[in-house]
C-alpha cells in the first residue's frame, strides 16, 4: 500500500481520482470501526462515511498539508459523526434508549454480555466524551494527535477521558 | 475500587461487530457513483437555496407594496378630514360639476383647488350631500 505522501504525489500529478481511490482503500476499515463504535448501528456508520468520504474529495484541492493526511482524514470524519450525534440527539427526545434498542437488535453483533453493555455505557455520554474515549481506550492514540484531530487541548482531552471512564467504569459495577 | 475496564480489557477491546459481507467493496462503489452525480446535486443543491430566497423577497415586497398602497389610500382620503365615504361623494359631485361648468378646468389639480373651485362654483348638491354625511 502506497504512503500518504505518495498518494499525495500522485494526485498533484493530476490522477485524483485514483489518488482518492487510494484513500478510500486505504483508511475505509479503520474509519468504519472508528465511526461504528460512536454511532453504533451500521446504517448511520455507512451514511457518515459516504458522506465524510465525500467531503474528503470535495476538500481534497485545498489539502495543504500543513497536516498529516491521515490526521486531516480522521478530523473529517470525527467532525462529520460528532455532527450526526449531535442532530440525532436533537432529534430524538430519549436517544439512549433507541441506540440500545438499536443494539438488541442489531444482526451484526456478536460480542459478550459485557461488550454490549460497554457499548450500552458508551452511548449514555455526551458525543465528544464518546469520542474521545473510543479514540484513546479502543484505538489507544495518543492524547497529541487527538489534540490535533479534535482540536482541543491535551489537557481538556485528559479530563475528559477521565470523566468518560469514570462513568463507564461505574455503570459496569454489575459485571465485577 | 476494581475496574473492569483495564481487568477485562482484552476481552472489551475486542471488535463486537461484523460489517455486512462486502460491505468495503461496496462502499468505494457507493462513493464513486455519489462523486459520478456529485455535480449534478451541486448545481441543484447552489439553486434551491438561493430560489427559495428569491422567492421570499418576492413575498415580502409585495406585501409590503399591498400594505403601503392600502394606507396610501386611506391617506389620501382623509388627509382633508374627510371620512373614505365623504371623500368619494366629493369626487362625485366634482365630476358632475365640472361636467356642468363651461369653463376650463385642466388646471385643477390638488384637492385644495377642487374644493376652492366647488366654493366659488356654490353647487348645492355637494354642500347638501356633506350636509347630510355630518347628520349620519
New interface residues.
Partial sequence: MLKDSEIIDLYNEGES?QA??LI??KY??RL??HV?RMAIS?QDT?DI??NS??KI??GLPSFREESRLFTWIYRIVTNEALTFLKRQRLRTLIPLSIECRQLEA?E?????Q???A??KAISKLPPKQRTVFGMR??EEMKYEEMSQILDTSVGALKASYHHA?EK??KE??N?? | ?????QQ?QQ??????????QD??TS??E???A??QT?NRNTIAGFLKPALFMACCFGMIFLLGYGAMKLTRQHESGTEQGLSMYEYDLVMMVMDESIEESSEDTSSINSEDEIIDYIMMQGTSSLYAVLYDSDNN
Fill in positions: 481520482l482518492f481511490n478510500v482503500r475505509r476499515e468504519y470501526w461504528r451500521h455507512d462515511l459516504q468520504f465525500i474529495w470535495t442489531d451484526y453483533f456478536n460480542g459478550s459485557v461488550q454490549k460497554l457499548l481506550y479502543f471512564y463507564i467504569r459496569l459495577l459485571f465485577q | 475500587m476494581s475496574d473492569i475496564l477485562r476481552e472489551l477491546k475486542r471488535n463486537p461487530f461484523n460489517p455486512p460491505y468495503f462502499l468505494e457507493k462513493v464513486q455519489r462523486i456529485g
